[in-house]
């Protein structure tokens, strides 16, 4: 049973447009959310993150909004750059224990010059 | 910038051998992580430390094993290769109250 899922396998946006990538979650016990950004044959880098208590999390060109009741998040990108092509996971933090990750299966970005 | 390495990056090996996938970190990070991810699929956790001489399974049964006798070294062990472990492994590290882990570049593994 999925409890992180990005419904989208991929995207594609013109350089300069907003991307957004959308995560959903079922745990209710998920107090940390994070993006991660995967290159081919890289590590995934972690990118930004929001706490459960928070709404909007903002950093540069990139902002994660949280909305609790929908147990959504979503991350936007303003301007898109052919840089940010990439793997983007969204993953969620399990309050307490082992304080493991748990990965969505990630949303391929491509940003057309 | 996180500093940690993960040798070798690629790897390709017989069925039935032995194994072992590096990890260390430079970070001081006291929590160690080990991730499988096959392509288009999510990353699952298979080993995790807190600390020297802490160990523990994930959530993904794995045939591989862990050691953590230093801080900054965790590196994972397959007694007997075979096909089926063929994925990447991604190991990761942490510090205390934190929660962002840091990635290596991982492990891709082939059995034939």
């Known amino acids: 049973d999925q409890q992180v899922k990005q419904n989208s396998p991929s995207l594609s946006v013109q350089e300069g447009r907003i991307s957004i990538l959308n995560c959903d979650y079922t745990?209710?016990?998920?107090?940390?959310f994070l993006w991660y950004k995967k290159y081919p044959a890289e590590g995934p880098t972690f990118l930004i993150s929001i706490s459960s208590i928070k709404d909007k999390n903002e950093d540069g060109r990139f902002t994660v909004f949280l909305n609790k009741s929908a147990k959504h998040l979503s991350l936007h990108i303003v301007p898109s750059q052919p840089g940010d092509s990439a793997v983007y996971f969204c993953?969620?933090?399990?309050?307490?224990?082992?304080?493991?990750?748990?990965f969505g299966k990630g949303t391929k970005l491509t940003v057309n010059p | 910038e996180a500093d940690i390495y993960q040798t070798p990056r690629y790897l390709v090996i017989g069925t039935g051998k032995k194994i072992t996938l590096e990890c260390s970190q430079t970070m001081g990070h006291d929590k160690m992580y080990w991730y499988q991810q096959d392509p288009g699929m999510e990353l699952h956790l298979i080993h995790y430390?807190?600390?020297?001489?802490?160990?523990e399974k994930g959530d993904l049964s794995s045939e591989s094993t862990v050691s953590r006798i230093r801080t900054e070294h965790f590196p994972l062990t397959l007694e007997s290769a075979r096909p089926s472990h063929t994925s990447q492994y991604l190991c990761?590290?942490?510090?205390?109250?934190?929660?962002?882990?840091?990635f290596g570049p991982g492990t891709r593994l082939t059995v034939l």
């Open positions: 430390s807190y600390g020297v001489n802490s160990t």
């Open positions: 745990n209710s016990m998920f107090d940390y």
């Open positions: 990761a590290s942490r510090q205390g109250s934190y929660n962002e882990q840091f």
């Open positions: 993953a969620a933090k399990v309050k307490g224990g082992s304080e493991k990750l748990v």
